[in-house]
């Protein structure tokens, strides 16, 4: 079965960095392309970041450009988001997600992971 499992949430201070990451198993890791969503209270669901593992193209919102940036190591069959110069607005339950088709453009519509909590002070 296909299995999307995080880590790497937490409690951060504004300014400060985590690593969010994102375990995939079930399925041939590089015909996929999988990325991140984030979601906060009384907020609509909005695309974070997306890789497609065939070529490694990635895909930023403008909202976390320059700031985050996405990678995979293939071996693993893991994703990361590395978030840095985070803000309180970078608050959210950041769910990772996966579509089989390979590309970035239909992401959301294929398997999701439960979600990790990412919440930043000030």
């Known amino acids: 079965e296909v299995q999307l499992v995080e880590s790497g949430g937490g409690l951060v201070q504004a300014g400060g960095s985590l690593r969010l990451s994102c375990a995939a198993s079930?399925?041939?890791?590089?015909?996929?392309?999988i990325g991140w969503f984030r979601q906060a209270p009384g907020k609509e669901r909005e695309g974070v970041s997306c890789?497609?593992?065939?070529?490694?193209?990635?895909h930023y919102a403008d909202s976390v450009k320059g700031r985050f940036t996405i990678s995979s190591d293939n071996a693993k069959n893991t994703v990361y988001l590395q978030m840095n110069s985070l803000t309180p607005e970078d608050t959210a339950v950041y769910y990772c997600?996966?579509?089989?088709?390979?590309?970035?453009?239909?992401?959301?519509?294929?398997?999701w992971g439960q979600g990790t909590q990412v919440t930043v002070s000030s």
């Open positions: 890789i497609s593992i065939s070529d490694g193209s990635t």
């Open positions: 997600a996966a579509t089989q088709g390979g590309i970035c453009e239909t992401l959301g519509n294929d398997y």
């Open positions: 079930g399925f041939t890791f590089d015909d996929f392309a």
